[in-house]
């Protein structure tokens, strides 16, 4: 299992996948960044005062972390902030459902209207799965 | 700043930095170029509460709380029920309207009320005359926002109050779709049905 987890093209595979959802999501957010600060806003996880800040520098950590990835160019670098980004929106997607919060989560920019929920955190944990499998050290 | 990554002895440490800080100056470049060209593009620096700095819609109520306007349908000559409502400004953004602002425009039926919530929660029960507009669904349908027809009409945008958002986001949706007289009722349902106002459902 372990083997077939760090096989070289395996790793490539899930580096690929992540990079392209997250250079996806990072596209939808730098389209309209009013709208992704305003959804920072709704997670309730900053203070207000920092809010826009994320929303400034966020969707370009996303979109770089995504290019090494999906270029191969420092991909484990990549992988490993996209690990931890994965890691973060899942701690923030899992405090707004136990809080009952009930909003639409921006994770796509506005494009997908998907909603933080109970499905979002299932989705969540499986990007984080691949992301994870994206930053081990390939075995060659 | 070394060879890529696919070297076994490279340092993702270092080049995770590196990715950061470049990340950070790319963000803060678009960020100056975007404030200059397009509000959605570009941001304030430091946030702020928009729910708190959304201006609000002041009643026009007299001073023993009554509306200042009546209808009376076997007068012809009577104040139509709109002639007391507050105008609507155009402040580039949805504006609050509290519960009794709200009360008055729905006695006048001079307002199109849209539900945000989901479709089960508005069948069970919503604001009498309130369409149900999902947020989730009106965001991947930017037609729907455009061709809602209003009968000229404000629209009021409310959902489950507290800490339900998706008033102020379809709110806004609606207002950058095109449509000028976009209202929030930031209360939402539950404070109206514990005001004891009318409400429809099954």
Same mark, same amino acid.
């Given at each position: 299992?372990?083997?077939?987890?760090?096989?070289?093209?395996?790793?490539?595979?899930?580096?690929?996948?992540?990079?392209?959802?997250?250079?996806?999501?990072?596209?939808?957010?730098?389209?309209?960044?009013?709208?992704?600060?305003?959804?920072?806003?709704?997670?309730?996880?900053?203070?207000?005062?920092?809010?826009?800040?994320?929303?400034?520098?966020?969707?370009?950590?996303?979109?770089?972390?995504?290019?090494?990835?999906?270029?191969?160019?420092?991909?484990?670098?990549?992988?490993?902030?996209?690990?931890?980004?994965?890691?973060?929106?899942?701690?923030?997607?899992?405090?707004?459902?136990?809080?009952?919060?009930?909003?639409?989560?921006?994770?796509?920019?506005?494009?997908?209207?998907?909603?933080?929920?109970?499905?979002?955190?299932?989705?969540?944990?499986?990007?984080?799965?691949?992301?994870?499998?994206?930053?081990?050290?390939?075995?060659? | 700043?070394?060879?890529?990554?696919?070297?076994?002895?490279?340092?993702?440490?270092?080049?995770?930095?590196?990715?950061?800080?470049?990340?950070?100056?790319?963000?803060?470049?678009?960020?100056?170029?975007?404030?200059?060209?397009?509000?959605?593009?570009?941001?304030?620096?430091?946030?702020?509460?928009?729910?708190?700095?959304?201006?609000?819609?002041?009643?026009?109520?007299?001073?023993?709380?009554?509306?200042?306007?009546?209808?009376?349908?076997?007068?012809?000559?009577?104040? !139509?029920?709109?002639?007391?409502?507050?105008?609507?400004?155009?402040?580039?953004?949805?504006?609050?309207?509290?519960?009794?602002?709200?009360?008055?425009?729905?006695?006048?039926?001079?307002?199109?009320?849209?539900?945000?919530?989901?479709?089960?929660?508005?069948?069970?029960?919503?604001?009498?005359?309130?369409?149900?507009?999902?947020?989730?669904?009106?965001?991947?349908?930017?037609?729907?926002?455009?061709?809602?027809?209003?009968?000229?009409?404000?629209?009021?945008?409310?959902?489950?109050?507290?800490?339900?958002?998706?008033?102020?986001?379809?709110?806004?949706?609606?207002?950058?779709?095109?449509?000028?007289?976009?209202?929030?009722?930031?209360?939402?349902?539950?404070?109206?049905?514990?005001?004891?106002? !009318?409400?429809?459902?099954?």
């Amino acid at each position: 299992m372990k083997g077939l987890l760090t096989h070289r093209r395996t790793v490539r595979v899930c580096q690929v996948l992540i990079g392209l959802v997250f250079a996806a999501a990072a596209l939808g957010k730098l389209g309209d960044l009013d709208s992704f600060a305003t959804q920072v806003h709704y997670f309730r996880l900053v203070p207000v005062a920092v809010e826009n800040l994320v929303a400034i520098f966020l969707p370009w950590v996303e979109l770089l972390a995504a290019l090494a990835l999906i270029l191969g160019v420092r991909a484990r670098a990549g992988a490993l902030l996209t690990a931890a980004m994965m890691a973060l929106f899942t701690v923030a997607v899992s405090q707004a459902v136990l809080r009952g919060l009930d909003f639409e989560c921006g994770c796509f920019g506005t494009a997908d209207g998907s909603r933080v929920g109970v499905l979002k955190l299932a989705e969540n944990l499986v990007m984080l799965a691949v992301a994870v499998i994206a930053s081990l050290r390939p075995r060659s | 700043m070394s060879q890529p990554s696919h070297g076994e002895g490279s340092a993702p440490g270092r080049e995770m930095v590196v990715i950061l800080i470049t990340g950070l100056l790319l963000g803060a470049g678009y960020n100056v170029i975007g404030q200059r060209s397009d509000p959605r593009w570009g941001i304030d620096w430091i946030g702020e509460d928009r729910l708190e700095n959304l201006p609000t819609l002041e009643s026009s109520a007299g001073p023993d709380g009554l509306p200042s306007a009546y209808t009376d349908i076997d007068d012809p000559l009577a104040i !139509p029920a709109t002639a007391g409502l507050p105008e609507i400004p155009n402040v580039g953004r949805p504006i609050q309207i509290p519960l009794a602002t709200l009360k008055q425009f729905f006695d006048a039926d001079a307002v199109f009320i849209v539900d945000a919530r989901e479709a089960d929660e508005y069948e069970i029960s919503r604001i009498p005359g309130a369409i149900n507009l999902p947020y989730d669904q009106a965001i991947t349908d930017p037609e729907l926002l455009e061709n809602l027809d209003t009968g000229g009409r404000p629209i009021v945008t409310y959902c489950g109050g507290g800490s339900c958002e998706l008033s102020l986001s379809l709110a806004e949706e609606l207002f950058y779709s095109g449509h000028e007289k976009v209202l929030v009722y930031v209360g939402g349902f539950p404070e109206w049905q514990a005001a004891g106002y !009318p409400t429809e459902g099954s």
